[in-house]
């Protein structure tokens, strides 16, 4: 029986050893599936967007997804810059825009998340962006309309706008000027001169309208606009002038036309000059100053100064100031207008000068149709509005002049066409009306060079 047990014991003690060793033995873990993070929809981008960043250091801006995912090696840069991104993988792409409505060069931020493991980066900009060299937007309206924006918190998204009692205390300023009073004998011809600077004007449309609409309003009033040749080979000719023709002819071009209005019998003509593109605000010394861009180095009428790629106000002062003309008005619709208006006031054959906007405002395109939900504006594309919010201003109260304009009608004098204009850009601009833009109308009231009328130094005509 001992045997027996000794036995059964035996191979007891047998199978717990072999149970134990199996139950020593240790299992490998199941390797685990890596998890790669991944923005794969617009939605998760725009949420990714939102909470990566600081918006309290981005304040009064409106973010807007670009519509398509970034390729590899896809390029991202702004107009008139050789500054481009180039995407390394899969991105999506954002618009910072702190001026939206803006058309000229304005601050902006590109923001950039990459599709997988997600990083997010940015880089300032000056302009709307290009993607592969394309807009990658084809114009401000579009921009503006887009679906995918997703923060809003810019002028546009707000309701605060003037009342109708500070807009009517809002007035011209040292108005009116001397020379309105003027009782010339001569004949009073009525001339007009349209500038701008951009090298691309089609990259524009706002600015192409804009010179459409001043060139047909003004010849609708009895003015001449003056015409220059665009294209030498074939002679074709267009109503505007552009500072930023290769070489300096543009300015060749504004000599050639200010040596046909200096004859003494030129005294009593009415003379509008109408001045838009781009502009760069500079810090010189311990002020800032304002400068048309050029393409090329100039160095001033008198070469008395550094080559500079700039047109400054001074400089446009000097040509001006030798027309004989003693109603000289001159309209700026730019960034920082009114920064001209202290040299142009200078010249003494000045009567007045209407400026869109003040020293770090923006002139803004006729696309802007809003403010949040609640302020429509008075005057919309849907009537007629285009090119920019100030000149359609502008241009519309020509219009109104014109249509009470009959054949054989003398032209209207310059200064009361900038007044009305004035009073239009109050009821229309909707920069203005949201309380974004100052636009000035300045009159010249001191005593004049004009050698003819009220400030008569000659007794021969």
């Not at 003690?13 to 599936?33: G, I, K």
């Not at 409505?101 to 997988?116: E, I, K, M, N, Q």
């Not at 009517?168 to 003027?182: G, N």
Request: aromatic share 10%; glycine share 4%.
């Amino acid at each position: 029986m001992k045997k027996k047990l000794a036995g059964r014991s035996l191979l007891f003690s047998v199978a717990a050893l072999a149970l134990s060793a199996c139950s020593d033995q240790r299992q490998e873990p199941a390797p685990e599936t890596a998890v790669v993070d991944e923005v794969r929809t617009e939605k998760e981008a725009k949420e990714r967007f939102l909470s990566g960043i600081n918006w309290e250091t981005h304040p009064e801006a409106r973010a807007t997804l670009y519509r398509d995912l970034l390729n590899k090696n896809d390029a991202v840069g702004e107009l008139n810059s050789d500054s481009v991104h180039h995407s390394m993988q899969y991105e999506w792409f954002t618009l910072i825009d702190y001026e939206p409505g803006a058309y000229f060069r304005h601050p902006v931020a590109y923001a950039f998340l990459s599709y997988l493991e997600p990083e997010l980066s940015m880089t300032s900009a000056r302009h709307l962006p290009t993607v592969n060299y394309q807009p990658a937007w084809p114009n401000v309206a579009a921009l503006l309309a887009d679906e995918h924006i997703f923060y809003a918190e810019s002028w546009l998204d707000t309701a605060t706008t003037r009342s109708p009692e500070s807009i009517v205390k809002y007035q011209a300023s040292d108005w009116p000027p001397r020379m309105m009073a003027d009782q010339c004998k001569n004949e009073r011809r009525a001339y007009a001169v349209l500038i701008h600077n951009l090298e691309d004007l089609e990259s524009s449309p706002e600015t192409v309208a804009n010179l459409e609409m001043m060139s047909e309003a003004l010849r609708a009033n009895g003015y001449s606009v003056h015409q220059f040749v665009q294209d030498p080979a074939t002679g074709e000719q267009v109503d505007f002038l552009n500072l930023a023709s290769p070489r300096g002819a543009g300015i060749r071009r504004l000599m050639n036309i200010v040596n046909i209005h200096v004859d003494l019998n030129d005294c009593c003509e009415q003379l509008i000059v109408y001045i838009t593109g781009e502009t760069t605000l500079s810090k010189t010394g311990y002020r800032e100053e304002v400068a048309l861009d050029l393409p090329f180095p100039y160095e001033g009428t008198d070469r008395s100064r550094d080559a500079e790629k700039k047109f400054y106000p001074e400089d446009l002062a000097t040509f001006l100031s030798n027309l004989r003309t003693c109603h000289l008005n001159i309209i700026v619709d730019t960034n920082n207008a009114a920064c001209f208006a202290d040299d142009l006031l200078k010249i003494p054959n000045t009567e007045s000068v209407l400026t869109a906007c003040e020293e770090n405002e923006y002139t803004y395109s006729s696309a802007v149709e809003k403010l949040s939900d609640t302020f429509q504006d008075p005057f919309g594309l849907d009537q007629g509005e285009q090119g920019s919010e100030f000149t359609s201003s502008v241009a519309k109260a020509l219009f109104v002049s014109a249509a009470s304009h009959k054949d054989g009608d003398a032209p209207p004098s310059a200064a009361l066409l900038l007044k009305d204009a004035f009073e239009s850009v109050k009821l229309y601009d909707l920069g203005f009306l949201g309380n974004t833009t100052n636009p000035q109308l300045q009159g010249r009231t001191m005593d004049s060079d004009c050698p003819c009328g009220i400030d008569l130094k000659e007794d021969k005509f």
